[in-house]
């Protein structure tokens, strides 16, 4: 306490005289003038003691002590949020909010929700990227053989290639996801070593009644502009209506596993009136080719395969509909025969597939086992 003789008191925060017949404060055992009080301190929200508020912790909704804010709450390690400590979550020594943790364990899991999506890693120089989603089902939701085959694929260490979540519509087997990848990068990934390393594992996918293979193409591909891209996309649906007896067969699924996963829309006359319907969302993403992602139309029609010639081929049949669309008028495609689209085909693998489907110019080869 400040004081010049025994009647006269000073604020210790400004230095103003207070007179004997007005009011004042202490804070901290020091004599303030009400206006200090008033503008300069604040009570802190847990023990209620006044304190400066120069002094105090906390944030914009939260005002603490020195003591409080040490000993009763912490700081969440990723993004700075003011947590009480019976609400802080800890992993390896850091404390962290709901959210971040959850995001910090996800991310450090070897098998990641259904709904986990990180920010997808370009892989290839192309414009035309492709995404796939390959069901394996039979051999568990496992962790352990997560990591193996997380292990194949991300081997290089440098950035991440695939990533593996569960997924309800399985019995008991994992999704493998990969990040964008351009058709030659696909090629030349270790696919074939991954899937021999997951029938290895016991898994299974063409011979289940649970799997699929989904394929997502990137939409900035089809042009710059919405119009571009929706132009290519009709033509799209409408190759796939015209051709359904044709990719049914390819696609190796029954009648039955199609509709309930992959439902075509229904021939139109034009393919702007087939994106029409599509855009109605009746069929959710259990489309045939699913257009209600935004940066991406998603080609589900394939059954799941552990076979890396059908892997392939489908990806080269994806890339194909792909050039007739945005290289061909409706007209065109209305007028080219199933017959006529193969015989431009020159990519290898699917040659080689179109041929065990008896899709091809009538010549037969070895047919391998599907798995």
Request: proline share 1%.
């Amino acid at each position: 306490m400040e004081e010049n003789n025994k009647n006269a008191l000073y604020c210790s925060h400004c230095g103003a005289l207070i007179d004997e017949d007005e009011d004042y404060e202490e804070v901290n055992g020091e004599v303030v003038c009400t206006d200090c009080y008033e503008h300069h301190t604040t009570a802190c929200d847990r023990c209620g003691t006044v304190i400066w508020t120069n002094d105090s912790y906390g944030d914009e909704y939260t005002t603490l002590c020195h003591h409080c804010y040490e000993n009763h709450y912490t700081r969440c390690s990723c993004c700075d949020a003011l947590l009480h400590e019976d609400d802080a979550y800890h992993l390896d020594g850091y404390d962290y909010c709901s959210e971040c943790y959850h995001d910090e364990v996800d991310k450090s899991r070897s098998i990641h929700d259904y709904g986990y999506k990180p920010e997808p890693i370009f892989h290839g120089d192309s414009k035309r990227f492709f995404g796939i989603e390959l069901e394996i089902d039979g051999a568990g939701k496992d962790s352990d053989n997560a990591d193996e085959l997380l292990k194949i694929a991300n081997s290089d260490g440098n950035s991440e290639h695939i990533y593996i979540k569960g997924d309800g519509s399985l019995d008991d087997g994992l999704e493998i996801v990969t990040h964008p990848m351009s058709l030659e990068y696909h090629k030349q990934f270790c696919w074939e070593d991954i899937m021999k390393k997951a029938i290895y594992l016991g898994y299974r996918s063409h011979q289940t009644s649970t799997c699929g293979l989904h394929i997502h193409v990137n939409r900035s591909s089809f042009g710059d502009t919405t119009d571009e891209q929706e132009l290519v996309i009709s033509h799209i649906l409408f190759f796939v209506e015209k051709h359904w007896a044709e990719l049914l067969k390819f696609s190796r699924r029954s009648e039955y596993s199609m509709n309930r996963w992959a439902a075509r829309y229904g021939y139109e006359k034009t393919g702007r009136e087939i994106l029409d319907k599509a855009k109605k969302g009746n069929n959710g993403r259990y489309a045939a080719v699913n257009v209600m992602n935004w940066a991406t139309i998603e080609f589900r029609l394939f059954r799941g395969t552990l076979k890396h010639n059908t892997l392939i081929a489908a990806l080269e049949l994806v890339d194909a509909i792909c050039d007739i669309a945005m290289n061909m008028t409706e007209d065109q495609i209305e007028k080219q025969s199933w017959s006529d689209f193969v015989s431009t085909i020159e990519a290898t693998e699917l040659v080689h597939y179109l041929k065990e489907r008896k899709l091809y110019i009538n010549e037969d080869v070895e047919d391998q086992e599907e798995l």
